[in-house]
């Protein structure tokens, strides 16, 4: 550890933070992307990787490219350009994933070289066999802090063993295509998002403090949308350490930490003879935390966003303001009652535990998935820890990337994190091209073909190739996509709004009803008004019949009657029904008759061959009741079958 200010300081820092780990078996979670390797076969597969801390991760998203490992260089600690290498892909080929080794220089310098010479993400094989780690950017180190500003290309460690894989391919000569995915590096079960931001009030650590105060200001306006809008819940969470029991009466412990040594944080300037100590960090984390309650129990939890950038610029600690009557100030300016945030921090001299740092400290021991928090500044998305570089747009990602799909809300759709693939070729969607409605719908994770809803109107549809709108009310959207017309004031649709088929032709046209319907001419195609006194004359969707004289066209009966014949109408029904009725009459008389004579003929028929047909043999039957039933039982057949001869010859006769 390179630590400017007296070795005893160094050292002390080293031993408060040793001190934190016998509490737990600091566990530290590796935050994975997928790797997919989808050419050449041999190797297909997916692999893990371990997201770098630094560059800009595409939490959401997903990028193909193809794998090169340069001959030279091969651990990146050179500029690319020495060796004259470019990994700048041609226009229209997959962007270059360069493959480097670990070892011999920092993570990040080799990520930022193959960025400079071209690289689109960086993949870096360990040099031993091990369990994946983070590769993470230096403490303080103002070297490397100015480049690690600018790296903006994703970076990931890969396993020895999966790293040797693809040189081995490479050297034969094949051509190795990967897919980074990050969609799955943060869960997205519903459609809110928790997470957690474990900062520092301290403004002086240098490059990592600079660059959490730009981040604080910069998101706060995307933090305070999403909140107010119940879209996440944001905790604040601040880092405290112990002091060992043995030196807590010490120098150095009384000056780093409040209630007898259990809350520390280390010297802002690593010096304990000048400045600011370490216990004046402690308790403005203190502070923090409870304007953080104070407003939470108010129901506006994101005014910690405004008093943290405000106390920022108000109360450094390079003006020596970092104190508590400049942060009563701010305070007092945002609305919150300062008495109330004073009863929240309680005593700092009180040998006893204060309940608001000691459930920080409880939180700073991972459980479940989210791992210890070792690495400050840290953000916590649905209890995953973000690695990348602490920017807006990049956390964004992340933190839309905790929705479930398609209930990002619009802040996440905004500029900073959207490519609205809408607007080019309409996503390939479905689109209306004469109402503009589209199934485009663009989110963050890239667009998605979706039938929409208009003016409560649901189309349906693969939203591809097509929607249509259903059910009540979808004749109002571009006529539900039926044919439609009016001429010299009369309006006809095809659309109906209910019922199976959508699109039919009114009465009088003919068509599909989606393109066409066409006027049906009724005086020659229906026939209609064709009696002798009738003049036909077709109209678009209707026609006209007029009689000639006095007379009254009737069109239910497609007739002409005489104006005055109206009144005697039903004079004439009333003749008609009794005629109706006396036929009747007279046709049941004939059935009834046509039945008596058919029941006649048949006993008739009967008694005729009973009396000269043989019906059956007489002999072999050696029971005379018997003989007598059998020969009845023949008779019927006999006589059945007889008279339905004979009445065949009859009617036909
Ligand atoms: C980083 O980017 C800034 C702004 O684009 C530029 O001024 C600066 O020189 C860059 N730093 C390095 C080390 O390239
Ligand atoms: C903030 O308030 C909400 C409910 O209003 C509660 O669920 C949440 O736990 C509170 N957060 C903290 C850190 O107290
Ligand atoms: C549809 O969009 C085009 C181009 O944006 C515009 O000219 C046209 O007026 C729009 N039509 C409707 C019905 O909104």
């Known amino acids: ?44 597969g997916t692999y893990d990787s371990a997201i770098g801390n630094f560059g800009i991760p595409l939490y959401g998203g997903s990028m193909a490219g193809a794998v090169v490992y ?50 689109s993400a960086v993949l870096v094989a360990d040099n031993v066999e091990e369990a994946l780690i983070t590769m993470d950017s230096p403490e303080e180190d103002s070297s490397s802090a100015k480049y690690i500003e600018n790296i903006t290309v994703p970076s990931a460690l890969i396993e020895k063993s999966f790293g040797e894989t693809l040189k081995k391919a490479i050297s034969g000569g094949d051509m190795i295509n990967v897919n980074l995915d990050w969609r799955e590096a943060v869960p997205h079960p519903d459609d809110r998002v928790e997470y957690e931001l474990w900062s520092n009030s301290n403004d002086e650590c240098g490059v990592k403090c600079d660059m959490l105060m730009e981040f604080v200001k910069d998101f706060k306006g995307a933090a305070q949308i999403l909140e107010k809008g119940g879209y996440t819940q944001f905790t604040p969470h601040y880092i405290t350490w112990y002091c060992p029991q043995a030196f807590v009466m010490s120098k150095q412990c ?70 508590k009557e400049c942060a009563d100030g701010v305070i007092r300016s945002l609305g919150l009652d300062v008495k109330k945030i004073e009863k929240c921090m309680g005593d700092p001299n009180a040998d006893s535990e204060n309940p608001v740092l000691k459930e920080e400290q409880n939180a700073q021991i991972g459980k479940g998935s989210r791992g210890d928090v070792t690495i400050l500044p840290t953000l916590v998305v649905n209890n995953h820890q973000y690695r990348g570089k602490l920017e807006k747009g990049a956390v964004l990602k992340a933190v839309c990337a905790g929705f479930e799909e398609t209930t990002e809300p619009t802040v996440c759709l905004s500029i900073d994190v959207e490519t609205n693939e809408c607007l080019n070729n309409n996503g390939g969607c479905w689109q209306d091209k ?189 029971n005379h009741m018997n003989e007598e039933r059998q020969r009845n039982r023949d008779d019927r057949h006999w006589g059945l079958a007889a008279v339905d001869l004979m009445f065949e010859v009859f009617t036909a006769g």
């Open 434 to 622: 004469t109402s503009n409605v589209t199934a485009c719908k663009d989110t963050f994770r890239g667009r998605v073909c979706e039938c929409p809803l208009v003016d409560g109107v649901q189309f349906k549809g693969d939203g591809y190739t097509n929607c249509e709108a259903n059910g009540p009310g979808r004749c109002k959207i571009n006529n539900g996509g039926c044919w439609s017309d009016s001429r010299d004031g009369h309006s006809y649709s095809a659309c109906l709004d209910f019922g199976k088929s959508k699109c039919q032709c009114p009465v009088g046209f003919k068509g599909d009803g989606v393109k066409t319907c066409e006027d049906i001419n009724e005086c020659k195609e229906k026939k209609a008004c064709q009696c002798p006194e009738c003049s036909c004359k077709n109209a678009w969707g209707s026609y006209e019949c007029t009689c000639s004289g006095d007379l009254l066209y009737i069109r239910d009966h497609d007739t002409c009657i005489s104006k005055h014949s109206v009144e005697t109408k039903s004079a004439w029904a009333a003749v008609w029904v009794i005629l109706i009725g006396l036929a009747m009459a007279g046709f049941g008389a004939y059935l009834i008759y046509k039945y008596r004579l058919r029941s006649y003929m048949d006993s008739e028929i009967r008694a005729i061959m009973a009396q000269y047909m043989p019906l059956d043999s007489q002999a072999e039957i050696p």
């Open 1 to 44: 550890m390179e630590l400017p200010g007296s070795e005893v300081v160094g050292l002390f820092l080293g031993f408060l933070l040793l001190s934190v780990a016998p509490r737990s078996s600091a566990r530290f979670v590796v935050e994975k992307n997928s790797l997919r390797v989808t050419s050449p076969d041999k190797i297909k």
């Open 254 to 323: 009384k000056s780093q930490c409040i209630n007898h040594g259990r809350y520390c944080s280390p010297d802002p300037e690593q010096d304990f003879s000048t400045g600011y100590e370490g216990k004046d960090v402690v308790l403005e984390n203190l502070r923090q935390l409870c304007v953080f309650k104070v407003a939470n129990e108010t129901k506006n939890p994101w005014v910690w966003w405004d008093y943290v950038t405000d106390f920022q610029i108000r109360c450094p600690m390079k003006e020596k303001r970092y104190n």
């Open 70 to 119: 340069p001959k030279e260089n091969q651990n990146g600690c050179k500029e690319f350009s020495d060796f004259s290498v470019s990994f700048q892909s041609k226009p229209g080929a997959l962007p270059t994933f360069v493959l480097v080794d670990r070892g011999d220089c920092l993570f990040a310098l080799k990520v930022w070289n193959a960025q400079k010479a071209g690289a």
